[in-house]
């Protein structure tokens, strides 16, 4: 008899995935969202494939549900700190356009986070608060990064260093690609989702600035 995942289309391999741990576990969507901070109807989207969940959200998630990242996501790992640009391990969250190259090493009592993002032309991220830290620094292009009431016109060079638990959020303007490294380091247990994805549940907050 084939699982719950295996039924699923790949396009909602996550959501799949995740429901099924839930139900591994008995929790309820109501359960899922107490402990994850995401909002029931946002955890709802995603399991019927109907949302997109950023990187940190995913987190979220996961560890809500005691799994890794890598149980929802798939990347290569590398065997140690370095990484060569041509061979980096890349990925993507589900069926998001934006593709991530992985920099940041997986060693034990790590506390940051990196990546190399590109970034197609359009894109807008969700307003999100956290606690911790964010670096910002454009490879190409341009953005336009949000913190607080101030919008940053950020070009190739430019680089901005902020607090999580400032309201933020970026987005690609231009009709051209981007290229972002970001290093942020982030606690996932007092954040939340402000994604226009639900506007019913506005005041509900989501982690990393990634939306479609």
Not at 43 to 67: C, D, F, K
Not at 141 to 155: F, W
Request: proline letters at 5%; charged letters at 20%; aromatic letters at 6%.
């Amino acid at each position: 008899m084939q699982s719950d995942v295996a039924k699923e289309k790949p396009s909602n391999l996550l959501g799949a995935r995740m429901r099924t741990q839930r139900h591994r576990m008995a929790m309820t969507l109501q359960q899922l969202s107490a402990v994850s901070g995401v909002s029931v109807g946002y955890l709802s989207q995603v399991e019927r494939g109907n949302a997109m969940p950023s990187l940190g959200t995913l987190n979220q998630i996961a560890t809500a549900l005691a799994v890794d990242l890598d149980h929802f996501v798939h990347s290569p790992r590398a065997a140690d700190s370095l990484t060569r640009g041509a061979s980096r391990p890349r990925f993507s969250v589900a069926d998001s356009p934006v593709q991530y190259e992985q920099i940041g090493a997986a060693f034990s009592g790590h506390e940051l986070t990196s990546y190399v993002m590109n970034v197609p032309p359009g894109y807008e991220s969700e307003v999100v608060n956290h606690i911790g830290e964010e670096i910002i620094y454009i490879l190409e292009g341009a953005i336009s990064q949000m913190v607080g009431e101030r919008e940053y016109l950020m070009r190739e060079g430019d680089s901005l260093h902020y607090l999580g638990d400032t309201p933020h959020c970026w987005s690609n303007k231009t009709d051209q690609p981007a290229r972002i490294l970001w290093v942020g380091r982030m606690e996932y247990d007092k954040s939340g989702h402000l994604g226009r994805s639900v506007p019913e549940q506005g005041n509900v907050r989501e982690m990393l600035p990634l939306r479609k």
